[in-house]
């Protein structure tokens, strides 16, 4: 008895899913992105040196009230941070707007050692919301720095005097 063993030859096709597949595609996926955002201020990079020039000139024998001179500082902040402080800092500080709440700043006269005080203060004026520019949509908050004359200082020698306070805001 003679056994035949057969055998079967024919052709397979395997049909990959493009899913599978690595030839020629683009797949893509989402990636998420998060960030959270501080509050912030900035003073207007224009009023970076300010400068009080006192007018007039000073004399002993006068009284003064009132300014005599002041500059505008602009503090821009990001949308919703509010201002929650200013301070003047000379040989005392002040956080209360107001000459009534004003403090000493002592000049020393250039080239010597002769000193004259002056009355340095703020006041608070209005925000408002930039819409163009760099900085549109900030909230844009105006103060001036006030100085004036004290009275009464005879120990100062004429001549050109100078010093300086420190302005700041709190947010």
Excluded: H
């Amino acid at each position: 008895m003679k056994k035949f063993l057969g055998l079967a030859v024919g052709t397979v096709i395997l049909t990959l899913s493009p899913a599978l597949a690595a030839v020629g595609g683009t797949t893509t996926t989402p990636v998420p992105i998060n960030a959270t955002t501080l509050n912030s201020c900035i003073i207007d990079p224009a009023n970076a040196n300010p400068t009080i020039d006192l007018a007039p000139d000073y004399q002993a024998a006068n009284t003064y009230s009132g300014s005599n001179g002041g500059v505008t500082i602009i503090v821009f902040c990001n949308k919703g941070t509010p201002i929650s402080g200013r301070r003047i800092t000379g040989n005392s500080v002040t956080t209360t707007a107001g000459e009534s709440n004003s403090v000493e700043a002592t000049l020393t006269k250039d080239g010597g050692t002769d000193t004259v005080n002056v009355r340095v203060w703020f006041t608070v004026g209005t925000s408002s919301t930039p819409s163009s520019g760099t900085y549109a949509g900030a909230t844009r908050y105006t103060q001036r720095v006030e100085a004036g004359w004290k009275g009464g200082q005879y120990g100062a020698s004429s001549g050109f005097y100078s010093g300086s306070v420190q302005f700041a805001v709190t947010f």
